[in-house]
């Protein structure tokens, strides 16, 4: 879901879906940016149920009667995506603890599953795009483990609201381009 390789996701009728969950991240991201004095539980919490949310929308979409090329890959992610949010939402404690270890798994995945994404579609004129995606969100992985690691709430909170803004704007671009072609 998170690849700017279209061609590879295919199109669905519930394209507007997957837009409006990336829509939701970048406002998400943007308030966190905005106002971090919410507190750290209060967003680990908010992504927590963004999470769940994202990760309804990926099962959804992969098991749909015109299901996207790459449909297990969407059913993976949903599956992660799912249980790290959940996990999130159960205990605002366990969440304050390992809200970086869980975002870190999640990037990193994200980055796998984009350089997957590029080298399968390197027919595509832009087929490189998807390993420069591949590398940001893997960055973005390994700097919420940094963040974890020193327990440094302030960077985690900075980290969480660019990489939940990044992470929307990639979703709603995939979800406008799995649009289907009127007929």
């Not at 399968?120 to 998807?130: F, V």
Request: with cysteine; glycine share 12%.
């Amino acid at each position: 879901m998170k690849s700017l390789n279209v061609n590879y996701l295919g199109q669905s009728r519930l394209w507007w879906v997957v837009l409006a969950v990336g829509i939701l991240l970048i406002i998400g991201g943007f308030a966190y940016w905005f106002w971090p004095e919410a507190g750290y539980a209060v967003a680990s919490q908010i992504f927590g149920w963004l999470l769940v949310l994202a990760g309804v929308v990926q099962l959804c979409v992969a098991a749909g009667p015109d299901h996207a090329r790459g449909w297990g890959w969407w059913i993976a992610g949903g599956i992660i995506d799912m249980f790290i949010g959940f996990m999130l939402v159960r205990s605002v404690i366990l969440s304050e603890m390992v809200f970086p270890y869980f975002l870190s798994i999640i990037f990193i995945f994200w980055g796998l599953e984009a350089f997957i994404a590029a080298g399968s579609g390197r027919r595509n004129k832009y087929w490189w795009l998807g390993i420069v995606n591949g590398i940001l969100l893997c960055l973005i992985g390994f700097f919420f483990l940094e963040a974890g690691w020193v327990s440094d709430m302030l960077m985690v909170s900075f980290l969480a609201s660019i990489a939940f803004i990044y992470w929307g704007f990639t979703v709603a671009m995939v979800g406008y381009g799995m649009k289907p072609a009127e007929r």
